[in-house]
């Protein structure tokens, strides 16, 4: 611990040539000049790092490592079998039909919940009274378990009890008959639209955030110039709102890239929804194909990388105001 | 630190709430609300009443037969249920107090003082937060088993632990950039020592901080499912949502009781949004900043 300039500039003092090495007395202490190495911040940030080290790093190089091994507990011992892993889960048909599957979901629920965000986050831009509690209310379901979402959502999709069938009912409309599991567009689409529900408030909180930052001025005067609200919104709002979408927009890849406890809840193991990391899962603790298992890993956090790379190249603007 | 939106009060420049924006306002409390209630409503119903034609928008007939069935003693589920949500709580706690721990150390090391490979250590920790949320749950599986740690509350506790600290660490790092930097020269004139300065003056005005992000841990900590579903294999350690699920799957399960199920596993983390949600959206901006 360095406390004051003072010690620093007294140990200058005593350290100057000359009064250094002095024969065999040994009351004079040579200080050097230069800070003491402090164990202190080591101390503080090593648990951290122990733990990200351990259970973070070296997991991820684990799963780079290992998707070129057979590591199989049912077929040891574990040995290099070079690109055997991808080879396998290129030509598995569960693999691939949930390949286009994931593909839906993110095209939908990154377009969905952005779109979503953005309209909710214009309307909330002004104060009004009561803002604070519409925006506890938008982030509730933020804050629920995916599992439980599917849960409640299975309420709404059911074809007895559910929401919508009991307003088509009421309307003489007729019943929904059976949402989830036949078509494999509708499916995924409902499926997701659970998803879009849990992740578009945080996207509303952070496009919101952006908005917060345009001046009043740029409205007015575009309302003088005579823009409609529309106008305005397409040359003010959308432009200097892009940092905020394309922030919103990354967490909803990655979000929906990585989808699982929906469509396991709403829809189980059914080709019509299963998600790349449903497979992931069904391979690695089901079949104890853990090689196969960290391949298709590494290839999701890849796949997820690159398009969160493309969208924050397409998306994001330095905005300055 | 208050949101930007409360801070600055702006005179309303078009006339005010349109009638737009407030059909807007009302769909948004729709839409966020109204899964939530078909769920209540159905949890106080008969599957009966449930499926009945008209169809019932209230519990008309409200019963609590649902909820006795998940609690009361003797029945075919309420052992699992008061047992998962005992882990639940337990994981959470623990997984919560350790991260706010380990998370507001380092935070106070990177925000505030200077050491060597400072830089390297900060990147280490957040490039973690680059990573998809499974990446590593096939490696963390293979670890703890190899430790003997699966299927105990240990083996979850430390994975969750590993997940929550880098955005815990990143929060806090920025909440103690905020505060200004006299602080610390004032106390060290006093000869007070670096970790009284920290315990004594940061900490009391990092504390709004401090529950941001124990809050947001907590949550994310109570909507795991896939890691201790993987971790935990039978009901000494599986949390509340992990045993709801499998219920999903039963025949002899009837969707009534599927949304008693899922009101009760809501019931603390929507409190704890609606009763805490400024430090909630307060914190999740401050993790957002970039």
């Known amino acids: 611990m ?21 024969g065999g007395v040994t009351t004079v202490v040579v200080r050097r000049g230069r800070r003491r190495f402090e164990v202190l911040p080591y101390a503080l940030v090593a648990p951290v790092m122990i733990f990200i080290i351990a259970l973070a790093l070296v997991p991820a190089v684990f799963t780079i490592v290992e998707s070129f091994f057979t590591v199989n507990p049912l077929d040891p011992p574990t040995r290099f079998s070079g690109l055997a892993n991808f080879v396998h889960i290129a030509h598995d048909k569960a693999v691939i039909s949930s390949i ?26 002004r104060p009004f009274r009561g803002r604070s509690l519409v925006i506890a209310v938008l982030i509730l379901p933020w804050a629920l378990p995916g599992v439980v979402e599917g849960i409640l959502w299975t309420g709404i999709f059911d074809p007895n009890a559910g929401l919508i069938n009991s307003l088509l009912t009421t309307l003489h409309l007729g019943g929904t008959g059976v949402l989830l599991g036949q078509s494999r567009l509708l499916t995924i689409t409902l499926i997701e639209l659970v998803q879009v529900w849990q992740i578009t408030p945080l996207s509303v909180l952070l ?19 005579g823009c409609s609200p529309w106008r305005s919104f397409l040359a003010i709002t959308f432009p200097l709102a892009r940092p905020g979408i394309a922030v919103c927009m990354v967490q909803a890849v990655i979000a929906t890239i990585n989808i699982f406890d929906q469509p396991y809840i709403l829809n189980g193991a059914a080709d019509t929804g ?10 690695s603790f089901q079949n104890l194909d853990f090689g196969q298992g960290y391949a ?3 290839l999701i956090t890849a796949v997820t990388l690159v398009i969160s790379l493309g969208v924050v190249r397409a998306i994001y603007r330095k905005v300055e105001l | 630190m208050s949101p930007a939106w409360s801070a600055r009060r702006r005179r309303p420049v078009r006339g005010g709430t349109s009638t737009v924006r407030r059909i807007g306002v009302v769909l948004i409390v729709l839409w966020s609300v109204i899964p939530i209630y078909w769920a209540l409503k159905m949890s106080f119903q008969t599957e009966g009443d449930a499926r009945a034609i008209p169809a019932q928008f209230f519990p008309i007939r ?7 069935r998940l609690l009361g003693s003797g029945s075919d589920v309420s052992g699992g249920i008061r047992q998962s949500t005992i882990n639940i709580v337990i994981e959470c706690a623990l997984a919560t107090i350790i991260t706010i721990l380990l998370a507001t150390i380092a935070a106070y090391a990177f925000s505030r003082l200077h050491f060597k490979g400072k830089n390297i250590f900060f990147y280490a920790v957040l490039a973690t937060m680059a990573f998809p949320p499974y990446t590593t749950l096939i490696p963390l599986y293979r670890i703890m088993s190899g430790f003997g740690l699966v299927n105990t509350y240990t083996g979850i506790v430390l994975v969750y632990v590993s997940g929550f600290l880098p955005l815990a660490t990143w929060i806090m790092h920025n909440y103690f950039q905020s505060l200004p930097d006299g602080i610390e020269e004032a106390g060290l004139v006093d000869g007070a020592r670096r970790l009284q300065v920290l315990w004594h003056l940061l900490l009391p005005l990092a504390r709004p901080g401090i529950i941001s992000t124990a809050l947001i841990t907590f949550l994310f900590a109570w909507g795991q499912f896939l890691f201790p579903l993987v971790l935990s294999s039978d009901l000494s350690t599986q949390p509340l949502t992990v045993v709801i699920a499998a219920l999903q799957g039963r025949h002899d399960v009837p969707s009534t009781l599927m949304s008693a199920a899922g009101v009760l596993a809501i019931i603390i983390p929507a409190l704890i949004a609606l009763i805490f949600n400024r430090y909630i959206v307060n914190g999740l901006l401050t993790g957002s900043t970039r």
């Open chain 1, 296 to 298: 298709l890993s590494l």
């Open chain 1, 274 to 283: 299963a998600s790349l990391t449903m497979q992931t899962y069904f391979i």
């Open chain 1, 207 to 225: 496009i919101l955030a952006t908005l917060q930052l345009i001046p009043d001025e740029l409205y007015e005067a575009a309302e003088i110039d």
């Open chain 1, 2 to 22: 360095t406390f004051s300039r003072g010690v620093e500039s007294s140990s200058q003092a005593v350290g100057q040539p000359g009064a250094a090495p002095s």
């Open chain 1, 100 to 125: 286009g599957n994931t593909a839906f979901y993110m095209v939908v629920g990154v377009l969905l919940s952005t779109a979503m965000a953005l309209a909710i986050a214009v309307v909330l831009q």
């Open chain 2, 62 to 68: 409200p019963t609590l037969q649902n909820y006795a």
